[in-house]
T-cell receptor, first 112, second 113 residues
């Protein structure tokens, strides 16, 4: 059972480039979320989804897009990367009838 | 606006001692309060959680104390071990918003042998 899988693990982008962070879960969870982790800031919610076709914004959504076409996948898109988006990104999933959120291993993104 | 405030930012404890991390929240609609543990290079993992209808929950060496009137909760790690060295996050969630966790700033715990 793989749980929540994030790819890539590391990425360096130039300012203005675009990229997609991938997230997949094999637990058939309804809820999926993206967080960014910055020193002294904890984890902040970027976007989340309550099921296929349904997404909503979190605390820090600007500069990021998401879509959810399947239960399993929840990609995060950076359309024009900025140095302020240098961070560690975590994807998480949780079941509809439950409370525990399961996190992936993270993607460390550097924008230069 | 930081809805969940966590302190201290870092903590050094001797092996066998008690580690205490505190959190305070503002939104009275929160009804689920988990603690997550994160080791370097890994994602956070659920450690222990509590709902506001109880004042304390204990799992092994880990205890959550909850004070609803003060809107505060804390994590106590008894008999702290070097393997407990990690970053700890408190969090909160509203009951009808599964998947939306609001995290505290994190506490980096170091347990010295």
């Amino acid at each position: 059972n793989a749980g929540v899988t994030q790819t890539p693990k590391f990425q360096v982008l130039k300012t203005g480039q675009s990229m997609t962070l991938q997230c997949a879960q094999d637990m058939n969870h309804e809820y999926m979320s993206w967080y960014r982790q910055d020193p002294g800031m904890g984890l902040r919610l970027i976007h989340y989804s309550v099921g296929a076709g349904i997404t909503d914004q979190g605390e820090v959504p600007n500069g990021y897009n998401v879509s959810r076409s399947t239960t399993e996948d929840f990609p995060l898109r950076l359309l024009s990367a900025a140095p302020s988006q240098t961070s560690v990104y975590f994807c998480a999933s949780s079941p509809l009838q439950g409370t525990e959120a399961f996190f992936g291993q993270g993607t460390r993104l550097t924008v230069v | 606006q930081q809805q969940v405030k966590q302190s201290p930012q870092s903590l050094i404890v001797q092996k066998g001692g008690i580690s205490i991390i505190n959190c305070a929240y503002e939104n009275t609609a929160f009804d689920y309060f988990p603690w997550y543990q994160q080791f370097p290079g890994k994602g956070p993992a659920l450690l222990i959680a509590i709902r506001p209808d109880v004042s304390e929950k204990k799992e092994g060496r880990f205890t959550i104390s909850f004070n609803k009137s003060a809107k505060q909760f804390s994590l106590h790690i008894m008999d702290s071990q070097p393997g407990d060295s990690a970053t700890y996050f408190c969090a909160a969630r509203r009951g009808n918003q599964g998947g939306k966790l609001i995290f505290g700033q994190g506490t980096e715990l170091s347990v010295k042998p």
